[in-house]
């Protein structure tokens, strides 16, 4: 049985409402992206009760994946980079600064949050305030907002082989 298949197979009714069964395995993850809209802290509180967390999207090579799973009149998606009282910008996944951000991005310090949308064939990042309704993106992590992911059971598993064909 394929993933998709087994995915959907296991997934609530519903949870299959609020994400799509689509994925991109990106530097050996699976993104999910929502079918509805939440304010970015709203996001992060769905994608956790999942034992997921808003995505890292902190590589080109991540992007690049992800192209072929979102159309380019697609809407714009929260995923897990934001400045909300903090003075730079940081993954809530690790809290790691932000190293990578696609060309053309606009973030500004007191927006808060980030989302990604696609623009002449390719992403970018822009930030927004957080309260804004946008779809979202999340991913299997370890841990997200300080909180170990690891004992949780998400639906997003990658086998190694699959993990060993993507480059990094």
């Given at each position: 049985?394929?993933q998709i298949l ?8 519903w949870?299959?409402?609020l994400?799509r ?8 993850i699976?993104l ?13 509180t769905i994608?956790k009760s999942l034992?997921?967390c808003l ?5 080109e090579v ?9 159309n380019?009149?697609d ?10 009282d903090?003075?730079?910008y940081?993954y ?6 932000i ?12 927006e808060?949050c980030v989302?990604?949308k696609q623009?002449n064939?390719f992403f970018?990042?822009e930030?927004?305030k ?5 779809r979202f993106?999340?991913t299997k992590t370890d841990?997200?907002d300080?909180v170990s ?6 639906k997003?598993?990658?086998?190694a082989?699959e ?6």
């Open positions: 049985m394929s087994r995915m959907l197979y296991c997934l609530p009714i949870l299959l409402l994400l069964a689509d994925e991109a395995n990106g530097k050996g699976c999910y992206f929502s079918e509805k809209t939440a304010s970015w802290f709203s996001a992060l994608c034992h997921m995505a890292d999207l902190n590589t991540t992007l690049f994946q992800m192209k072929s799973k979102i380019q009149d809407h714009e998606y929260w995923f897990g980079l934001n400045a909300h903090k003075p730079t940081r809530v996944s690790n809290n790691k600064s190293e990578y951000s696609p060309h053309n991005s606009k973030l500004v310090n007191n808060g989302y990604v623009q064939d970018k990042f930030s927004a957080c309260r804004e309704h946008r993106i999340c841990e997200c300080g992911m690891k004992h949780g059971n998400s997003c598993v990658i086998t082989e993990r060993d064909l993507v480059a990094y």
